[in-house]
């Protein structure tokens, strides 16, 4: 494999900014990331702090023993519980078959960033991924893009899940879940390590129940040799952890909302729109319910917390009970959940994709509000994987690759179809048709004139006679395309493997169609190469 960087922009302008022009947007974020020091000013911030290290390390340890596990697992654990020790953590939902790409390169951007600063501090850093297991819109999960012959298609798990079911609670159908796996990777096609990766994921089902389960399983069994934990937000050992934190945020409700809609309004007077949806009356707050995951509100007249049905309603004092006796019950919001985190664990850095750069840079005074602290926003790599037949394919048509990955083949593949048309036989059909037509307008006159019944036959006589040359000029460009059919195709191939569908490929393409090719050791590779945390598009020549 071999590293190289593109000149290509985040999805949306805020984080382009943030990655290409901090100045403009540092006053929405506690550190700055240009900054040589950052990450000692950091540690030196976190080792003010305390932290509930045992009790957190328990609660990872005792997640963590479902799924696959190594020496270099237990050292993690080992690390984290040293008060020295400072975390790289970033999360995602818990996606079938891991998920989209950018999934996977989440977890690489917390690994090496991890890595690399602790040989910088020389002090202990753990990766820690966060799974989103408290998510309850299982649509966004239950999903992946198979390859079809020019595009993809969304091929869903179909199985009924009832209400607003987080994803730690999805359990699914073993049997329905192996044959929705072997039917994804048919369309991955009978590789050299198909056997071996059916046979991974055959095994992942066979000892988990839930999606959240499934998803931890096979990033464990993939990235158990580097140290990763996992922490799911729905643990309910976590929850008792965080007890005392949701009470303050019960507490501060309407402080926390205050100071993000204060932040909103000012990022809206420098041009940027708002990435989170909230309102006055927002608690920033859900609440489960007979599987219903239920996103309270707050109604200033009646002093009461409401859900959005209005079928629960508590007070104060109820839901401070509520969390003594069922914290598991309680979870964050995307206002919520980056200050547990901040509270939870000692943050070096949090790792973020565009979407998340955006809705941080909302969050400021709620940090400060809460006497807390902003981690430092280390933007995750945006990696492009380019196999060798798609780089042949570029330089046979001459196509620079940052061009496709920001707009696609559609620009160069048209021109190329004008290229290859005859131009004197497009100029002859279209001088027939205009000449065909004035004939015809003589004639349907003239018809009139005799018999005006007839003109309609006349009429339809002309369409039909257009009709025919048009068929006559579609066969000819259908045989003009024909011949450069090879040509054309790898544009088409081109397009699908680095812009597929449109989109980026990392949120289109899944990792295990590049398992299925490479197999194992194809992580192996990518966790080998040399990152910089510069804010450029990798390209992964495979």
């Excluded at 027939?432 to 349907?444: A, C, F, G, P």
Aim: charged share 30%; net charge negative; proline share 4%.
């Amino acid at each position: 494999m071999e590293l190289e960087n593109a000149a290509v922009l985040a999805t949306n302008r805020f984080a382009s900014l943030y990655i290409e022009d901090m100045e403009s947007v540092k006053d929405f974020f506690q550190y700055n990331i240009k900054e040589e020091t950052i990450y000692r000013q950091r540690y030196g911030d976190l080792m003010e702090r305390e932290f509930a290290r045992e009790e957190i390390a328990e609660c990872i340890d005792h997640y963590m023993k479902k799924f696959p596990s190594s020496a270099a697992t237990q050292h993690s654990l080992k690390k984290f519980r040293d008060n020295r020790s400072v975390v790289v953590i970033g999360g995602q939902q818990a996606g079938l078959l891991t998920g989209p790409l950018y999934t996977i390169h989440k977890i690489i951007s917390i690994i090496k960033l991890a890595e690399q600063q602790e040989k910088e501090l020389e002090q202990p850093v753990v990766p820690i991924f966060w799974i989103a297991g408290e998510d309850h819109d299982h649509l966004e999960i239950n999903h992946i893009f198979a390859p079809q012959k020019e595009n993809f298609k969304k091929k869903n798990y179909h199985e009924a899940f009832s209400g607003k079911m987080m994803a730690s609670h999805i359990v699914f159908d073993k049997e329905k879940m192996q044959a929705w796996t072997s039917q994804i990777f048919s369309y991955f096609g009978d590789r050299p390590h198909t056997k071996e990766m059916l046979t991974v994921v055959d095994e992942a089902i066979s000892n988990t129940r839930t999606f959240t389960e499934f998803f931890s399983y096979l990033i464990m069994y993939f990235f158990k040799d580097y140290g990763l934990l996992l922490i799911d937000s729905a643990d309910p050992k976590l929850r008792q952890l965080e007890k005392p934190f949701f009470s303050r945020v019960i507490h501060d409700r309407q402080m926390i909302t205050d100071s993000v809609l204060s932040q909103q309004r000012k990022k809206q007077s420098r041009g940027f729109s708002n990435a989170i949806e909230i309102d006055d009356y927002a608690a920033n707050l859900f609440y489960y319910h007979e599987n219903e995951r239920e996103l309270l509100e707050f109604d200033p007249i009646e002093k009461v917390f409401v859900s959005k049905t209005n079928e629960l309603r508590f007070t104060d004092l109820e839901l401070f009970e509520l969390l003594e006796s069922y914290p598991e019950r309680f979870s964050n919001n995307v206002v919520t959940r980056p200050l547990m985190q901040e509270w939870l664990f000692p943050t070096l850095a949090f790792i973020a994709g565009p979407g998340e750069i955006a809705y941080w840079g909302e969050l400021l005074p709620v940090f400060q509000a809460m006497e807390s602290q902003m981690p430092p926003i280390v933007p995750r790599l945006n990696i492009t994987l380019l196999d060798k037949t798609t780089d042949r394919n570029l330089a046979d048509l001459n196509l620079s690759i940052d061009k496709v990955l920001e707009k696609g083949t559609a620009e160069d593949r048209n021109r190329f179809l004008a290229s290859i048309k005859d131009g004197g036989f497009e100029s002859l059909i279209k001088d027939t048709k205009e000449e065909l037509s004035d004939h015809y307008q003589k004639i349907i006159a003239k018809v009139g004139e005799i018999d005006r019944g007839h003109v309609q036959l006349a009429e339809t006589s002309l369409a039909l006679q257009i009709r025919q040359l048009e068929f006559l000029q579609r066969k000819v460009e259908d045989s003009m395309t024909k011949k450069h059919s090879s040509q054309l195709d790898k544009y088409v191939c081109v397009e699908k493997m680095l812009r597929p569908n449109g989109q980026p490929q990392e949120r289109i393409w899944n990792i295990f169609y590049y398992l299925n090719e490479y197999g194992t050791k194809f992580i192996d590779g990518l966790l080998n190469l040399p990152y910089e945390f510069d804010g450029r598009h990798k390209i992964i020549r495979i």
